[in-house]
């Protein structure tokens, strides 16, 4: 049986402002998140923040519904964010308010389900950041590089980690886009792995649930890096396994 991966959007109203010729905004992610799935003979599902609803009860009702429809959540990245620039970019939630408040929803709703879980940037912020960790208030520099499809930087891995025995590796050269970073990882999950400044680059959960963020984007790196699709072929096996336990 075919798994479905739930694979969350950005709204441009929020990542772009208002624009004359696409009224209401439009939902969207980068292909990339959905061809490495598909590539693993996973059926992506993209799941859309209900902006329209506001009451809490009726969202939370929303994310139950949605997560009754996959066998995994991959948390997308920022959706290109033109609105803010650093220095001065605000938190995760003043930046997509309506996408924030639902996607904590899910993942709460996903941790209570035990539901396996990837995050790629923004995505690995919003899981350290529902879960009680923390994100470095000033932007760093020297991480935001304009070709994603090539390395930027190495990191190193945490010996004896879930990510170590996936890569096989505890050095790997991993791309770089972004200008925020985790200060604190949160309770019940481990820094994976590190650049070479010390910024969190990957966050694991401690126990034996399928919960994986990267600060990087291993989606992109999949179509050159065979240690990058070992990781989806691996969620795509645990998404299988839920499938099989709900």
């Known amino acids: ?83 803010f620039k650093a220095p001065d970019m605000p938190g995760l939630k003043e930046q997509q308010p309506v996408r924030y408040h639902y996607e904590t929803m899910l993942l709460k709703e996903a941790w209570k389900r035990r539901m396996p879980v990837i995050g790629a940037c923004r995505g690995h912020q919003m899981m350290i950041e529902t879960f009680g960790g923390t994100i470095k208030r000033e932007t760093v520099t020297g991480h935001q590089f304009d070709d994603y499809t090539k390395t930027a930087h190495p990191v190193s891995i945490t010996p004896g980690s879930r990510l170590a025995s996936l890569v096989q590796d505890e050095n790997w050269a991993v791309n770089s886009m972004h200008c925020q970073v985790a200060e604190t990882a949160p309770v019940s999950f481990k820094v994976t792995a590190r650049s070479p400044e010390g910024y969190i680059e990957a966050i694991e959960a401690e126990d034996s649930v399928f919960w994986i963020g990267f600060q990087f984007h291993p989606e992109i790196m999949s179509a050159f890096d065979p240690r990058a699709k070992a990781i989806f072929k691996a969620f795509v096996q645990e998404a299988e396994l839920y499938s099989k336990r709900s």
Do not use: C, H
């Open 1 to 83: 049986m075919t798994v479905v991966i739930g694979v969350t959007t950005a709204w441009s109203i929020e990542t772009w402002g208002e624009e004359a010729d696409k009224p209401g905004g439009i939902f969207y992610n980068p292909a990339f998140y959905t061809n490495v799935l598909y590539e693993q003979g996973a059926l992506p599902f993209l799941v859309i923040p209900p902006v329209e609803i506001k009451k809490d009860e009726d969202l939370q009702a929303m994310a139950e519904l949605t997560l009754d429809s996959v066998d995994a959540l991959f948390m997308s990245g920022g959706g290109g964010n033109r609105r």
